[in-house]
């Protein structure tokens, strides 16, 4: 599978989350072109190797701009 646009859109939301735009460059152009190693073998990525990746890479910026309420509990 490779990572379009419109699926990292889907992703993101579903995670609902939101990244920098450079970083979703960056995701795509990682995940949203063919991978070749050295000795010529494709690398074909799973939806679900992309899905884990993209949470791992996302992960800091989950809670950017939530508001935070503190109470105190009596």
């Known amino acids: 599978m490779?990572?379009?646009k419109q699926k990292l859109t889907a992703i993101l939301?579903?995670?609902r989350v939101s990244i920098p735009a450079d970083v979703e460059?960056?995701?795509l152009q990682e995940y949203g072109n063919l991978a070749v190693t050295e000795d010529g073998r494709v690398i074909e990525y799973s939806e679900q190797d992309i899905y884990e990746q993209l949470r791992k890479k996302v992960r800091s910026y989950e809670n950017v701009g939530k508001e935070v309420n503190n109470?105190?509990?009596t």
């Open 2 to 4: 490779l990572l379009t």
């Open 13 to 15: 939301e579903n995670l």
């Open 25 to 27: 460059k960056e995701l």
């Open 71 to 73: 109470f105190t509990l």
